[in-house]
């Protein structure tokens, strides 16, 4: 069964410092890896996605992820922060073939705090 | 473009009181569609997921169950609500496919039991 881990539950930084947010999952072949960001109280945005290609995949917002097979890692990046980055971040798995195509699992989050 | 509506926003219900929260999608046909439930500190939980109209797929035993009475709406109900009901309801949708899609979310409905 896929899973995902994110080492970090709370991440504090300040506006204008880079960011990297770490996510490590579980599964047996190559994965669909995603990110999302949740605001409070709302729903999750998809942020970014690999399928396969470039292990540097860019998203919204000037948000980047690198994709490493060998370190089972797909960390999230931004060069700087703004203080609107301020969300939880969820990574998330998915299959990439197989039975049960359609679910994804997802990580416990990272909560990103951005200091003035 | 694609839109997905979660109502109500916020919900506060006694203990024992029945449940029915909506989910409709526009502008795509034949989604797969999702609840969640969602606490705080512990991610995101797939309660139940549709892959069909009448197809409904239980991810956790529970005090809920799911329906889909057309191919864009996804109801989450209880026949009595418990205070362990209690969380943040997400709905979402992906392209159907062989392949695992990106979800795409509503903006939650917040359901606190009293």
């Known amino acids: 069964a896929q899973s995902v881990t994110q080492p970090d539950i709370h991440i504090t930084v300040s506006e204008g410092a880079s960011l990297e947010l770490r996510c490590n999952y579980s599964?047996?072949?190559?994965?669909?890896l995603f990110w999302y960001v949740q605001s409070p109280g709302q729903g999750l945005q998809l942020l970014l996605k690999?399928?396969?290609?470039?292990?540097l995949v860019q998203g919204i917002k000037g948000f980047e992820a690198e994709f490493k097979r060998s370190q089972s890692s797909f960390n999230l990046r931004k060069p700087s922060v703004h203080w609107s980055d301020a969300a939880e971040y969820f990574c998330a798995v998915g299959a990439s073939g197989g039975g049960s195509n359609y679910k994804l699992t997802f990580g416990k989050g990272t909560l990103l705090t951005v200091n003035p | 473009s694609q839109t997905i509506h979660q109502w109500p926003a916020t919900l506060v219900q006694p203990v024992g009181s029945p449940l029915s929260l909506e989910c409709t999608v526009e502008?795509?046909?034949?989604?797969?569609l999702y609840w969640y439930r969602q606490a705080a500190g512990r991610g995101l939980q797939l309660l139940f997921y549709?892959?069909?109209?009448?197809?409904i797929s239980s991810e956790v035993p529970q005090n809920l169950s799911a329906s889909r009475p057309q191919d864009r709406q996804f109801i989450l109900s209880s026949k009595k609500l418990l205070l362990s009901d209690s969380g943040f309801y997400l709905c979402?949708?992906?392209?159907?496919?062989?392949?695992?899609?990106?979800?795409?979310f509503g903006d939650g409905t917040r359901l606190s039991i009293l």
């Open positions: 979402a949708w992906s392209v159907r496919g062989p392949l695992a899609q990106p979800q795409h």
């Open positions: 502008g795509t046909s034949n989604p797969n």
């Open positions: 599964y047996g072949a190559t994965p669909y």
């Open positions: 549709s892959v069909g109209i009448g197809q």
């Open positions: 690999y399928f396969s290609g470039d292990t």
